[in-house]
């Protein structure tokens, strides 16, 4: 299938610093080496791929480059015994869309160790509903769970809660029975958070506490945190003793303005979360999660669904904080 032509939404640096998006036609050599090759049917807009988009040398070194770190669809190609033509997968994280091409293309060509098989449970569209954003989701609370916070030992706060990471977070903590309380800088999309099954919304304003204190007043018993600064700096002041603080984002800020006092004289801990290269074994078994007692009800209410002509506005909107929920891409 080498002189087969698809589509795909391409970055290009035109000149130095100067990046230009665009939907081009690619051929099977444009893509990487690899042993899969997928038939992408759907992707997501994660805050990562604006990054890409929009030339963040963090994220992309390279262009021309088609971004996209997710990636649900049917296997076309595969030299791996693992797997087959006609194989439903997920492919999400590892170096997918930052500098090996991405999801925002008809086609992808990726190792065999980076391929997820899907969940009996979940169709190619509600796996990339959830996508990286809602696997960094389940994965915050897998940890909460793993470190003894359960329902019954009270309050789990969720920072940045409209985001894609947030929104997910709120409606699987709810399924799960937990008391959510969502932090929000969109106060006017209460009930969206409500909906989702969040007990109380709080705004962003009421989230973050610049007294300089070094302990505030104890009301978590986890915390969901994904824009880090002074909102996760009050959430961890916040915390009961012996709570669990999750932290995956830094929307807000990538310091932490914070003294050693919670971790010491409250045992509150703080938990790592990263996505990009979780093990095989832990991403199926929270995948498997996604598509069974997590698989939540609301999924098609978070869903905003767009084509590829669409990214262009939609990376614009998750760069100043705006988007609610979670941003489908359909390739099919
Ligand atoms: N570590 C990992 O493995 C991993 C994986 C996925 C994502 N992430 C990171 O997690 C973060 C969230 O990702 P996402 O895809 O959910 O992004 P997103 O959809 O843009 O959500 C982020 C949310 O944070 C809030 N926010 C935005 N700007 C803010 C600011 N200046 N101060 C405080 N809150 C702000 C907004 O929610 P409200 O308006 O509701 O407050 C926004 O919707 C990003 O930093 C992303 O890079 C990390």
Known sequence: ??????????????????????????TMDDLPEGNVVVRVHYSSLNYKDALSATGNKGV??????????????????SSDDRFSPGQEVIVHGYDLGCNTSGGFSEYIRVPADWVVPM????????SMIFGTAGYTAAY?????????????????????????VGSVAVAILAKAGY????????????????????????SRDDATDDSGRPLLKGRWSGVVDTVGGE???TAIKSTNPRGIVTCCGNVASADLPINVFPFILRGVSLVGI???DSPMEQRQKIWQRMASDWK?????????????????????????????????????
């Open 60 to 77: 992309t070194r390279n262009f021309p480059h088609s971004p996209g770190v997710d990636a649900s669809g049917v296997i076309e190609e």
């Open 140 to 164: 915050s609370v897998q940890r909460l769970e793993e470190f003894g916070v359960t329902p019954e030992k009270g309050e789990v706060l969720v920072t940045g809660a409209t985001g894609g």
């Open 296 to 332: 939540i009800d609301t999924l098609e209410d978070l869903t905003t669904e767009i084509t590829l002509q669409e990214l262009d506005t939609n990376i614009e909107l998750i760069l100043k904080g705006g988007q609610k929920g979670r941003v489908l891409v359909n390739l099919s």
């Open 274 to 276: 990263d996505s990009q």
């Open 179 to 202: 008391n959510v309380v969502a932090s929000t800088g969109k106060t006017d999309q209460a009930q969206f958070l409500l909906d989702l099954g969040a007990k109380e919304v709080i």
């Open 231 to 233: 909102i996760l700096a």
């Open 1 to 26: 299938m080498s002189n087969q032509t698809f589509t795909a939404y391409v970055v290009d640096e035109v000149e130095k610093g100067v990046f230009e998006r665009n939907i081009k036609e690619r």
């Open 119 to 126: 969940p009996e449970g979940l169709s190619l569209r509600e």
